[in-house]
Each structure stands twice: as C-alpha cells, then as structure tokens.
C-alpha cells in the first residue's frame, strides 16, 4: 500500500490543522492506522493509533485532547485533527500502516508515507 500524507503548513500556537493520509494499492481497511512526527536530531514520536475498523484509538501522552484520529475506509483515507497547537507540536508528521497489530510502536508499522511538515509559530 502506498501512503501520502498532506495537510501540513505552518499555523500560530492555539490554532488548528487537519492532516489527510490517502491510500492508494490496497485497501485501508486491512489495516491498523498510525501517526508519527519526527523533529531533526530525535526519534520518531508515536502520536496517535486508530484499528481496524476504527474501534481501538489510542493518543500518545501529550496529544491526548487535543488531537483526533478517524478513518474513511469508503475513501481510503485517514485523518489526523490538531487542536490547540503549540510550538512543541512542530514536526514532520508520518502516517503509517500495519498489517498485523499497531498501536505505538514504531517497529510494527510495514508502510510509510512520506511525511508533511507542520509549523507552529509562537
């Protein structure tokens, strides 16, 4: 499966953006969904997790009520809303796919896109 995730730009602290992840190969629906954001210098940050058929949602720690994970798997997509940016939110965000389980490591994910960059200014 092939991913591309956009949506990225740069937006003030306390704004708001939508990432998309459209899917195109495969269908969505076989797999479990996630979310990573990469700054230069440091690992690749889980962010959010989403199951197969949406079921199972999971936020890494500082995300948690601010942002919201779904899927359309009618449209091959994922979506990734951002709340209530912060200029620790600046990143370049990934999405991913698994084919057997998810969640927040990075290691079980088989699929990458090629990230969106976003920018928080303060």
């Known amino acids: 499966v092939q991913l591309q995730a956009f949506g990225g730009g740069l937006v003030q602290a306390g704004g708001s953006l939508r990432l998309t992840c459209a899917a195109s190969g495969r269908a969505l629906r076989g797999y479990h969904m996630g979310w990573f954001r990469q700054t230069p210098g440091k690992e690749r940050e889980f962010v959010a997790s989403i199951s197969r058929g949406g079921g199972g949602i999971h936020y890494g720690d500082s995300m948690k009520g601010r942002f919201a994970i779904s899927r359309d798997d009618a449209k091959n997509t994922m979506y990734l809303q951002m709340n209530s940016l912060e200029p620790e939110d600046s990143a370049v965000y990934y999405c991913?796919?698994?084919?057997?389980?998810?969640?927040?490591?990075?290691?079980?994910?088989?699929?990458w896109g090629q990230g969106t960059q976003v920018t928080v200014s303060s």
């Open positions: 991913a796919a698994a084919a057997g389980v998810g969640g927040w490591g990075r290691h079980n994910y088989d699929y």
